[in-house]
């Protein structure tokens, strides 16, 4: 009997329903659980051959429990290890190299030393840094935000160079980014499963979040839609993330990637509303299945990106063009609440490629 457990913190309705859709399906020889963790040996197996990371990123004592379940034989979702490398400065990095436009972004230090440094550990920075050149890079009105984080937190609005400086004191040992502000005329957020599976959301950030995805218009053009789900798949197929979201604010008819960091993304029903939830807690039952079929005891199970495969492999970092699936898109007008969606036909499937 092969194993699903999901790993999650306070969150209930979407792994719950994720667990009860596995077992509905009745798999042979695979049933879900929520995983249990009684004592963590090394080298020792859990018991899973497939485990849905949910709360790694907030528990330290996880993340590394799943690395060690991984070189066991685990399939984690997402990858653990490259979990732990990534951040949101080098997504914006990797997504240039790869022609996908995102805002300008600078990178700026901790206010404060981080604890068991000094002035000292930093001879290496010029200070004081050069203030202007990274106001005139990014203008203003700007937005500072934390390098690694999530969820919205520690994220301000910055009107000019005297509103940085106020509040940039305020946020102590957090490495920030300083980024332009993208006035957009509409924004999309896409579930991205499998790195085949994409699903895309009008999405309002500036509503309440319980209301982000009540959008009540249609998309400008199937064009803009299919670039959408392109840009979605090169990026989460290069990062190597089996489920991650991708923001992207329009400015001028051009899709631009504001956020594609999000390996535990929101998938509660209050806010994602219920067409969005049943579909992604189907596609990932479904995927999760996929995996545990397919997984094999003494080896790795995990996926790489290309980024990864590319490095490794010596290779350049050539971006090629991924398709979906299936990909769901965004359809007309609606009252309701939550946007209705409708099925987008997906392009030939690819020829399958060696790991």
Same mark, same amino acid.
């Not at 996880?62 to 685990?74: F, H, M, P």
């Not at 996908?100 to 604890?115: G, M």
């Given at each position: 009997?092969? *194993? ?11 792994p ?11 798999e ?9 963790i009684? *004592?963590?040996?090394?080298?020792? +197996?859990?018991g ?13 004592? =996880? ?9 066991t034989?685990?399939a ?5 290890f ?16 790869? #022609? ?38 990014? !203008? ?30 305020e946020?102590?040992? @957090?490495?920030?980014l ?8 509409? =924004?999309?957020?896409?579930?991205c499963? !499998? !790195?085949?599976h ?20 249609p ?5 803009? @839609?299919k ?10 197929? =290069?990062l190597?993330?089996?489920f ?11 899709p631009i ?7 535990a ?7 994602? !509303?219920?067409?969005?939830? #049943? ?13 545990? *079929? ?19 492999g010596?290779?350049?970092?050539? +971006?090629?063009t ?34």
């Amino acid at each position: 009997m092969k *194993k699903i457990g999901i790993l999650f913190g306070q969150e209930r309705s979407f792994p719950e329903a994720v667990i009860e859709r596995i077992n509905q399906k009745a798999e042979k020889d695979i049933t879900a659980e929520a995983v249990k963790i009684d *004592k963590m040996f090394q080298n020792a +197996a859990l018991g899973y051959a497939v485990i849905i990371d949910r709360i790694s990123q907030d528990v330290p004592f =996880y993340r590394a429990s799943l690395k060690n379940a991984a070189i066991t034989g685990t399939a984690v979702i997402n990858n653990p290890f490259w979990w732990s490398a990534d951040e949101k400065f080098f997504n914006n990095a990797l997504a240039e190299q790869i #022609d996908i436009p995102v805002p300008k972004t600078a990178l700026i230090p901790s206010r404060e030393h981080p604890t068991g440094t000094t002035g000292e550990s930093f001879s290496n920075l010029t200070m004081p840094l050069n203030w202007d050149a990274i106001f005139e890079y990014t !203008g203003f009105p700007a937005y500072m935000k934390p390098y690694d984080g999530g969820g919205w937190r520690d994220v301000y609005k910055l009107h000019d160079k005297e509103d940085f400086f106020h509040k940039h004191a305020e946020t102590k040992q @957090l490495v920030m980014l300083l980024q332009e502000e993208i006035i957009f005329e509409e =924004y999309f957020r896409c579930y991205c499963i !499998g !790195g085949k599976h994409v699903r895309i959301m009008q999405y309002e950030p500036r509503n309440p979040q319980h209301l982000r995805y009540a959008v009540d218009k249609p998309a400008s053009s199937q064009k803009l @839609l299919k670039t959408i789900e392109e840009y979605t798949l090169k990026l989460c197929n =290069y990062l190597g993330y089996d489920f991650n979201t991708v923001e992207f604010a329009v400015r001028d008819g051009v899709p631009i990637a504001i956020d594609f960091c999000n390996p535990a993304p929101d998938a509660d029903i209050k806010s994602v !509303g219920q067409e969005n939830f #049943d579909w992604v807690v189907e596609t990932t039952a479904n995927y999760a299945i996929e995996r545990a *079929k397919a997984q094999k005891d003494g080896q790795d199970n995990l996926t790489w990106g290309e980024y990864i495969k590319a490095s490794v492999g010596g290779m350049p970092l050539n +971006a090629k063009t991924t398709t979906a699936k299936k990909v769901i898109a965004p359809k007309a007008t609606s009252t309701k609440a939550d946007a209705k969606v409708a099925q987008v036909k997906a392009p030939a499937k690819p020829k399958a490629t060696k790991k």
